[in-house]
């Protein structure tokens, strides 16, 4: 299974940007699509996260200003990032579990850098 992320850039703090990951490969399904993020000398923290069924749960740092949303049709999750502040400089990771041979597996994908700078 592979992830793609695409969407980062440069940004202007109270802009917008949108993140897109598709999964693809052999599998029955994708059941969690996450965005985590990493900023410089900072651990991997969990920005947004929904379920099959659209159910969605997101980080206190970004709660109201994004969105996450997904089509389980394509495999695809986009992340809505509205309100951009510096602090959410980092790079943007795509992660899902997928079904696949009968059991839940977790995959990464390889990371998109979101810049918010004037």
């Known amino acids: 299974v592979q992830l793609q992320a695409s969407g980062g850039g440069l940004v202007l703090p109270g802009g917008s940007l949108r993140l897109s990951c598709v999964a693809s490969g052999s599998f029955e399904s994708v059941r969690w699509m996450s965005w985590y993020r990493q900023g410089a000398g900072n651990e991997r923290e969990l920005v947004a996260n929904?379920?099959?069924?659209?159910?969605?749960d997101y980080g206190d740092s970004v709660k109201g200003r994004f969105s996450i949303s997904r089509d389980n049709v394509k495999n695809m999750v986009d992340l809505q990032m509205n309100s951009l502040r510096p602090e959410d400089t980092a790079v943007y990771f795509c992660k899902a579990y997928v079904y696949q041979f009968g059991s839940l597996n977790e995959y990464w994908g390889q990371g998109t850098l979101v810049t918010v700078s004037s």
């Open positions: 929904i379920d099959y069924d659209g159910r969605a």
